[in-house]
């Protein structure tokens, strides 16, 4: 089995970006109770390789329909405040008015730490921002700006997003299937159930290359 070392977030979210990936971690999720925490499947990476995992820096941002003095401000503060291995989670209640999310973001993110970002909602400078590696997943794409159409209202604040309850440190990781949300106080036994079902399924699919029918390698080790 595996060491796992919980008491160093970044080695343990480097390990998981090694080994683990959102399906199994979901499965985990669902032997421990936690069977709604995979986002909606529209929240999609903007490369293929994009893979995120990290603690959660949420921010909650709502629609508006004129400019406002000051508009960046809250966001510039959450994104100020990120920390090594930080995600940073972003409700727009499924906006499709504005962009809460863009390059320089991803630049001062990337500077401060941080992991990558989770929008529920659209992004732009996309070509910059797959050029800088950014793990940057989103519902979509649009070129407009957030002033006068978007404001985030708080951040380090439970929020919405894809669907899920997300709270400010609750772990994140995001694939090309999709991302998931493991409650914080679930961690360790969410990753030691994914780590043990990852070492099963490379002993079934050895012996599935080698012939084994499927019944009977899940007869004997109870992995699908």
């Given amino acids: 089995m595996t060491t796992l ?11 998981m970006k090694e080994q683990l990936y959102s399906a199994v971690l979901c499965d985990a999720l ?3 109770g936690f069977r709604q925490q995979a986002m909606r499947a529209e929240i999609r990476p903007i490369f293929p390789d994009a893979v995120v995992v990290g603690r959660a820096l ?6 508006v329909y004129q400019p ?12 100020d ?11 727009t209640n499924q906006s499709t008015r504005t962009c809460v999310w863009g390059e320089l973001l991803s630049t001062a993110s990337m500077a401060r730490g941080a ?6 909602g659209y992004t732009r400078d996309v070509r910059l921002i797959q050029k800088m ?10 070129p407009v700006d957030s002033a ?3 404001e985030v209202i708080g951040y380090n604040c439970t929020i919405n997003c894809g669907g899920v309850i997300v709270s400010p440190g609750d772990v994140i990781f995001g694939d090309y299937d999709g991302v998931i949300v493991i409650p914080k106080d679930a961690l360790r036994a969410v990753v030691e159930r994914a780590v043990a079902k990852v070492e099963g399924e490379n002993i079934t699919r050895n012996e599935l290359r080698k012939g084994a029918t499927l019944r009977q390698v899940f007869d004997k080790y109870g992995v699908l």
Avoid at 5 to 15: Q, T, V
Avoid at 68 to 79: D, F, L, Q
Avoid at 81 to 91: E, N, Q, R
């Fill in 5 to 15: 070392p919980f008491d160093d977030d970044l080695k343990l979210f480097a390990l």
């Fill in 30 to 32: 669902d032997q421990v």
């Fill in 58 to 63: 949420t921010i909650q941002s709502v629609d």
């Fill in 68 to 79: 406002e003095e000051n508009v960046y401000e809250k966001e510039i503060a959450a994104v």
């Fill in 81 to 91: 405040s990120l920390k090594p291995g930080d995600v940073m989670v972003a409700s």
């Fill in 115 to 120: 992991y990558g970002a989770v929008i529920d």
């Fill in 133 to 142: 590696g950014f793990p940057l997943f989103a519902t979509g794409m649009h």
């Fill in 148 to 150: 006068g159409r978007g």
